[in-house]
């Protein structure tokens, strides 16, 4: 049976990844190896659609946005990247979800489980990264 439209938005996603430790380490690892990268001063992965395409992808900018907010500079940061803050948040949950006993890990991914099923804030927060990112495209931003 087709999951309606209501389900799929309100449907948990982020959860998985954090229930999942290794699902976690990969993404959060390679997460913190490109930020590592960039605040070393050193070279890290170039985006794939802005070398391919030539456009900048939804996630174009995120590394040196974090970087700014790591160091202090909201204002800055918001001006490269206005998902630079969520971002960084959703990596430190992924990194503390990798980091807890498998019980203490299975009871925080059904938190925010039950967090993504009532509210859709997934949905919410990649729809909005997908409108922020056109709005850029076509220079309003």
């Known amino acids: 049976m087709a999951k309606t439209l209501r389900e799929t938005w309100y449907s948990p996603v982020f959860s998985s990844v954090l229930a999942n430790r290794m699902e976690g380490l990969l993404l959060a690892g390679i997460g913190s190896l490109q930020l590592g990268l960039h605040l070393l001063g050193l070279p890290g992965w170039a985006c794939p659609i802005r070398s391919t395409l030539g456009i900048p992808c939804p996630g174009c900018g995120l590394t040196d946005a974090i970087g700014e907010l790591l160091h202090g500079h909201l204002e800055e940061a918001l001006a490269i990247h206005a998902f630079a803050p969520v971002f960084l948040f959703v990596l430190l949950l992924m990194a503390l979800a990798v980091l ?42």
């Open 100 to 141: 807890l006993p498998r019980q203490a890990r299975t009871r925080f991914s059904e938190a925010i489980a039950r967090l993504e099923s009532r509210t859709g804030i997934t949905a919410w927060v990649l729809s909005g990264l997908m409108f922020y990112w056109s709005v850029r495209l076509f220079g309003l931003v």
